[in-house]
């Protein structure tokens, strides 16, 4: 089993409360996703996962499919 890894990801495109709403809500119901924080007021979104099974490609991914853009925070 690997370690819990925590990535922020920028999420463009979050304006309202719905939107947090769907961006938790396609985070969280990835398989290795074990904590999912959303910040719209920084837009941003803090997730605890296991990087094999939730890589950070597929969380970009995932938020791309439910119509925001992200990227990883520096």
């Given at each position: 089993?690997?370690?819990?890894?925590?990535t922020?990801?920028?999420?463009t495109g979050?304006?309202?409360?719905?939107?947090a709403?769907?961006?938790?809500?396609?985070l969280?119901?990835?398989?290795?996703?074990?904590?999912v924080?959303?910040?719209?007021?920084e837009?941003?979104?803090?997730?605890?996962?296991?990087?094999?099974r939730?890589?950070?490609?597929?969380?970009?991914?995932a938020?791309?499919?439910?119509?925001?853009?992200?990227?990883?925070?520096?």
């Open positions: 089993m690997s370690k819990e890894f925590e922020v990801l920028r999420v979050m304006t309202c409360r719905s939107c709403g769907r961006v938790d809500g396609a969280r119901t990835l398989n290795g996703v074990s904590e924080e959303v910040s719209l007021r837009g941003l979104v803090r997730i605890e996962h296991d990087p094999q939730a890589p950070v490609d597929g969380l970009i991914a938020l791309r499919d439910a119509g925001y853009a992200g990227s990883v925070t520096t």
